[in-house]
C-alpha cells in the first residue's frame, strides 16, 4: 500500500462543523453507517470513510468526493449511529461547502451562507425589484396599490376595475428583461461552478471511469432517477423524505410547465394574464401551487419532528424559500380574487422577491444540489459506483 | 479486638455476594445473604469457564460453598427479595419476601419425581434452549442442592404425583410466601447485572433469524451442564457448527442501547472461540469487532487466541444480519482495513451482548439515585450501604472479587462503633 501523507487542515474541520456538521468528532469508526446505508456501494463504501476524512481535516480529497452526492440524507447512519455523530448531517454539511467552493461571485455565496446574513442576502432582490419599479415609473403605486385598480393597461378599457398584476410589474419591461437577466446570470454561474467541480472530480481520480453509451443517455438515466426517486425510496429511517421531495420537485416542474405555457399565451397567442380559472394553464399552475404549499410544510413538518439536519441553515433557507414561493404566490392569486387589492399586490410584490432570490441564488445555495447532484451521479455512474445493490437486476 | 454492632446484610448471591458475606462472616459476623433465585452463583453459575484460566466456575463457587459450612456465620435465604429498608447505619429494618420453594431440606435430589412430573417448563436457566419438569434441579451442583417447583406450571394438589414417589417427605405443596422482619447494621448491594436484551438492537435480528444466540447462550451451549451436554450445536437443528461469527459490542458502546464498554465482552469472545477450537480444531471462526479491548494481563490472552490460524478477526462492527434459507445466517460488515463491505455466510453468530446492571429494573427499596443507564449513583446512597460487583461497573470476576472483599470493610467500618 502506497504511503500518503495526510495533510490535516484544522479550518476545515471546523468549517464542517459549523455547517451542520458539528457531531463529526464523535465517530469512532465503527462502520455501522455504511452498513445500514442502502445506497453505499459494496467496494469503498460511505460514510464512514468520509467520517474519517472529516475528522482529519482532508479537505483536498473531501471536496473531490462524488459519493458525498450519493448519499440522500436518508438518516439510517443517524439512526443507528451508535455515538450521535450523525454521518448524514456531516454528509450535508459536506454538500454545502463543496457548492460555495466551486460557485463563483463569493460575495453572494456568503450571503446566503449564514443566517446571519440571510437579512442582508433578502435586502438584495427587494432593491433589485424596487429598482424595476422605478425604472418603470411605477414605484408611487406600492405605497398605495388601490389606485391601480381603476386604471387601464395600454388604454385597453376591460382590464379598468380589475387586479392586474402587470399593471404594476409590466410584463416585458417590468418581468421579462430583469427576471431573464437574473435567469441567464444563474445559468453562467452553473455552468462555472459545475466545470470547476467536474475538474476537481477527474484531477487524480480515486477510481478509473470509463465512459460507455451517450452522454445523453448517461444524464437521462440521472434525470429519470430524479424524476421517480427510485434512490430516495431505498431510505427506511426517514422514508416520508423521499414522497414530500418528489412533491416538492413535481409541483417544480407543473410550475415551470405553467410559466412556459404562459409565454405562449402571452407571445404567441396574445392572450394577457390573468386567465379565468378553468383554463388549462391556470389549473395546472394552481394544482402546481398547491402541491408546492402542502410539499414544504410537509417537509418543514417532517424536519422539525425527525430532528435530522436540524443544525443545517443550509437546508432551512431552501424550505423557507419553496414554502415562501408557494404561500405567497397561492396568497397572490387568492387576495386577487377576494378583490382584496392593497393586499394583494402587496403579497404578489413579496412573491416576485422570493422568485428572484430563487433566481440570483440558485448557483449558491441549496437549490444548486439539483445540478451537483446531477452531475456527480453521472460522474459516479461512470465510475460504475453509482447504482446501489438493491436497485441492480 | 473490635465488638462488631448489628449484622450485616448481603443483597444478591451472584460471585461478589457470595464473597462479600463470607469474608464479612470470617471476621466474626454474622451475615444475611439473600437471592432472588432458588440458587447462588448468580451469572457465574451460568458460565462453562472463567477466563483468562478457563478452570471451571463450580470450582471456584464450591471453594466459597465450603468456607460457608465451615464457618456457619451466613444465613443463605433464596427466592428472597428486599422490598423494604428503613431506619439508618447501625439499625436498618429491612423487610423481606421469601417465595415458597415447596421442597424442603430432606430432598435428596434423587430425580424420582422429575420422572412422574407431567409438566414442563422454559428452562430459563439455559435460556430456553430447553425445557425441564415443573419440579427440577436448576443445575448440577446447583446451591442449596434441593429441587424447586415452579408454582406457575405445576398442577398442584390435583396431580401430586411427585409426593407419592418421594420417599424422604421432601415435598410440601402448602408452603406459603413468608414475610421476615430482620434488622442489620449494614448492607451491602451485589446485585450484578443481567445480558441486555438483544431483541432491542434490532439490525442484528436476535429472535428473528435462527441461529443468532447471545454470549450467555453460548456459555449454555459449551456447558457439560447445558442442553447439549456440552456440545456445541447450532439450535435450529442441532448442527454441529463449522463456521462461526462474533459480533462484539452487540449493544454496548452505542448511545441507543448501553452507552458503556461492557468491558467483559471480547475477552468472553475470545474465550469462545477456545470453546470452539477445543471442541474441533477444524472449526473456523470470525470476530467482527470496533477495537478488541482485552485490558491489562488479558493481551496475552488476545494474542494466544491469535495465533490460531483458523481464528480470524474484522475491523468493522457488524450491522445487518439475515437468515438463510438453509439455517445458515448471512452477517453484513465493512471490512474497515480492506475497504469493503463484507457479506459472509456462517453456520451460528455469537452476539457479544453487554452487561446491563440488575438494578436498571430494580425499584430500589432505600432512597438512592440512578445513573441514565441504571446503575444505582454510589454518592447517593445512605450510610451504611456499600455497593459491590458488576452493579458497581461492569467487573470481570477478578474484579468482583476485589471489590466484594472492599466493600466488606466498609460495611465493617460502619458497624464497628467507632464513628467514620
Not at chain 2, 455476594?17 to 451469572?43: F, H, Q, S
Not at chain 2, 438463510?324 to 469493503?340: K, R
Request: net charge neutral; with cysteine; aromatic share 10%.
Amino acid at each position: 500500500m502506497a504511503k500518503r501523507i495526510v495533510k490535516a487542515d484544522l479550518d476545515f474541520i471546523k468549517e464542517i462543523m459549523a455547517n451542520g456538521g458539528d457531531s463529526v468528532n464523535k465517530c469512532y469508526q465503527c462502520a455501522t453507517c455504511s452498513v445500514v446505508c442502502n445506497l453505499s456501494p459494496d467496494n469503498s463504501p460511505f460514510p464512514r470513510k468520509e467520517m474519517v476524512m472529516a475528522q482529519w481535516g482532508m479537505k483536498d480529497a473531501l471536496l473531490k468526493d462524488a459519493d458525498i452526492w450519493l448519499c440522500h440524507q436518508c438518516a439510517d447512519c443517524t439512526a443507528y449511529c451508535p455515538r450521535g455523530a450523525k454521518p448524514g448531517d456531516v454528509l450535508g454539511a459536506l454538500r454545502k461547502i463543496t457548492i460555495e467552493e466551486y460557485a463563483p461571485v463569493k460575495f453572494l455565496a456568503k450571503l446566503v451562507s449564514k443566517p446571519a446574513m440571510w437579512p442582508f442576502a433578502f435586502l438584495l432582490p427587494v432593491v433589485i425589484l424596487l429598482i424595476d419599479l422605478m425604472f418603470n415609473g411605477k414605484l408611487q403605486y406600492l405605497a398605495d396599490p388601490q389606485v391601480l385598480v381603476n386604471m387601464s393597461i395600454n388604454g385597453e378599457p376591460e382590464s379598468a376595475g380589475k387586479i392586474v398584476f402587470a399593471k404594476l410589474f409590466p410584463t416585458v419591461t417590468g418581468i421579462d428583461i430583469f427576471f431573464m437577466t437574473a435567469a441567464i446570470f444563474a445559468v453562467v454561474c452553473f455552468w462555472i461552478g459545475l466545470s470547476n467541480y467536474w475538474k476537481a472530480l477527474n484531477s487524480e481520480r480515486s477510481y478509473p471511469v470509463t465512459f460507455k453509451g451517450s452522454i445523453i443517455g448517461l444524464f437521462a438515466g440521472v434525470i429519470w432517477e430524479a424524476l421517480t426517486s427510485v434512490r430516495f425510496k431505498l431510505c427506511n429511517t426517514m422514508s416520508v423524505r423521499s414522497t414530500t421531495h418528489l412533491l416538492v420537485f413535481w409541483s417544480f416542474v407543473g410550475l415551470a410547465l405553467t410559466t412556459a405555457t404562459a409565454s405562449v399565451y402571452e407571445w404567441v397567442l396574445r392572450y394577457p394574464s390573468p386567465y379565468p380559472l378553468y383554463d388549462p394553464v391556470k389549473i395546472l399552475g394552481n394544482v402546481s401551487g398547491i402541491a408546492l404549499v402542502i410539499g414544504s410544510i410537509w417537509m418543514i413538518n417532517t424536519r422539525s419532528t425527525l430532528k435530522v439536519g436540524a443544525n443545517s441553515g443550509f437546508d432551512w433557507l431552501l424550505l423557507i424559500i419553496v414554502a415562501g414561493l408557494g404561500l405567497t404566490g397561492m396568497g397572490s392569486e387568492i387576495f386577487r380574487l377576494m378583490n382584496l387589492a392593497s393586499v394583494a399586490y402587496w403579497t404578489y410584490f413579496i412573491h416576485l422577491t422570493f422568485v428572484m432570490f430563487l433566481f440570483i441564488y440558485a448557483p449558491f445555495f441549496k437549490i444548486a444540489h439539483l445540478a451537483y447532484r446531477t452531475l456527480a451521479l453521472a460522474y459516479t455512474n461512470l465510475a460504475n459506483r453509482g447504482e446501489p445493490n438493491a436497485l441492480k437486476g | 479486638m473490635i465488638e462488631f454492632q448489628g449484622k450485616v446484610l448481603v443483597i444478591g448471591g451472584g460471585i461478589s455476594g457470595i464473597t462479600a458475606a463470607i469474608e464479612a462472616a470470617e471476621t466474626g459476623v454474622e451475615v444475611y445473604l439473600v437471592d432472588k433465585n432458588p440458587y447462588l452463583g448468580g451469572r457465574v453459575a451460568q458460565l462453562t469457564k472463567y477466563f483468562p484460566k478457563l478452570c471451571p466456575p463450580t470450582c471456584g463457587l464450591e471453594l466459597n460453598f465450603r468456607r460457608m459450612r465451615e464457618n456457619k456465620g451466613v444465613e443463605v435465604m433464596t427466592q428472597t427479595e428486599v422490598l423494604k429498608v428503613e431506619g439508618s447505619k447501625g439499625n436498618f429494618k429491612v423487610t423481606l419476601k421469601k417465595k415458597p420453594r415447596f421442597v424442603n431440606e430432606n430432598c435428596t435430589l434423587c430425580g424420582e419425581c422429575f420422572n412422574v412430573c407431567p409438566v414442563e417448563r422454559d428452562n430459563d436457566f439455559n435460556f430456553n434452549m430447553n425445557k425441564s419438569k415443573a419440579i427440577y434441579s436448576v443445575f448440577e451442583f446447583a446451591n442449596p442442592p434441593y429441587a424447586v417447583i415452579d408454582p406457575s406450571v405445576c398442577l398442584g394438589e390435583k396431580c401430586s404425583k411427585c409426593l407419592d414417589v418421594c420417599k424422604y417427605s421432601a415435598i410440601d405443596l402448602n408452603m406459603k410466601e413468608e414475610i421476615i422482619d430482620i434488622t442489620v447494621g449494614s448492607i451491602i448491594v451485589t446485585t450484578g447485572w443481567q445480558p441486555y436484551d438483544a431483541e432491542k438492537i434490532d439490525n442484528l435480528k436476535f429472535g428473528i433469524v435462527p441461529n443468532v444466540i447471545t454470549n450467555m447462550m453460548m456459555e449454555r451451549l459449551a456447558s457439560s451442564t447445558g442442553p447439549t451436554g456440552g456440545k456445541i450445536l447450532r439450535p435450529s437443528d442441532g448442527k454441529p457448527v463449522k463456521n462461526v461469527a462474533f459480533v462484539q459490542c452487540a449493544g454496548s458502546r452505542d448511545e441507543n442501547h448501553l452507552p458503556y464498554c461492557s468491558y467483559i465482552c471480547c475477552m468472553a469472545s475470545l474465550k469462545q472461540c477456545t470453546y470452539l477450537a477445543d471442541q474441533d480444531p477444524e472449526v473456523k471462526a470470525t470476530v467482527f469487532y470496533i477495537d478488541i479491548r482485552t485490558p491489562g494481563r488479558y493481551e496475552q490472552f488476545y494474542w494466544n487466541v491469535k495465533e490460531n490460524p483458523n481464528i480470524s478477526f474484522v475491523k468493522g462492527k457488524v450491522a445487518n444480519i439475515e437468515a438463510d434459507p438453509s439455517g445458515d445466517v448471512w452477517v453484513e460488515a465493512e471490512d474497515i482495513l480492506a475497504g469493503s463491505k463484507s457479506k459472509e455466510k456462517f453456520d451460528m453468530v455469537v452476539l457479544a451482548t453487554g452487561m446491563q446492571p440488575t438494578s436498571a429494573n430494580w425499584d430500589l427499596p432505600f432512597s438512592a439515585k440512578k445513573t441514565p443507564e441504571g446503575f444505582i449513583d454510589p454518592d447517593s446512597l445512605p450510610d451504611g450501604i456499600y455497593l459491590a460487583g458488576s452493579a458497581v461497573m461492569p467487573f470481570d470476576v477478578i474484579r468482583s472479587l476485589h471489590s466484594a472483599t472492599g466493600s466488606v470493610l466498609k460495611a465493617l467500618q460502619s458497624i464497628s462503633g467507632r464513628g467514620n
